[in-house]
């Protein structure tokens, strides 16, 4: 079993940065590609970014590349989320996820998922 649990989330200005960090529980976490999906009210859960098992390769959607850094550190078991130039519509309740094998950007491959944590950009 590999549990997320989020945490790191809060307030911050539009343009401003935020770190969230992901600890996983359990003895296999190298098993498992790991990914950040967030969520913003009424909308559905979307991906953000992805790392794969041994941490050299990620991906990310459109809408943050550039700006977000997905990173993980095997032997802390912790997955981190930079986030700079943060906008108004990234305000959202991320999700650090994890699936065993290979990275996925559809969230119903993921098994295990966090409990969230919020994130707010005012303008």
């Known amino acids: 079993q590999v549990q997320p649990v989020e945490s790191g989330g809060g307030l911050v200005q539009a343009g401003g940065s935020l770190t969230l960090s992901c600890a996983v529980s359990?003895?296999?976490?190298?098993?498992?590609?790991m990914a950040w999906f967030r969520q913003a009210p009424g909308l559905e859960r979307i991906f953000v970014a992805g790392?794969?098992?041994?941490?050299?390769?990620?991906n990310y959607s459109d809408s943050v590349l550039g700006r977000f850094t997905i990173s993980r550190d095997n032997a802390k078991n912790t997955v981190y989320l930079r986030m700079n130039n943060l906008k108004p519509e990234d305000t959202a309740v991320y999700y650090c996820?994890?699936?065993?094998?290979?990275?996925?950007?559809?969230?119903?491959?993921?098994?295990?998922w966090g409990q969230g944590t919020q994130v707010t950009v005012s303008s």
């Open positions: 996820a994890s699936k065993w094998g290979i990275q996925s950007v559809i969230s119903r491959d993921y098994f295990y």
């Open positions: 359990g003895r296999t976490f190298t098993d498992y590609a």
């Open positions: 790392v794969s098992r041994d941490g050299e390769s990620t």
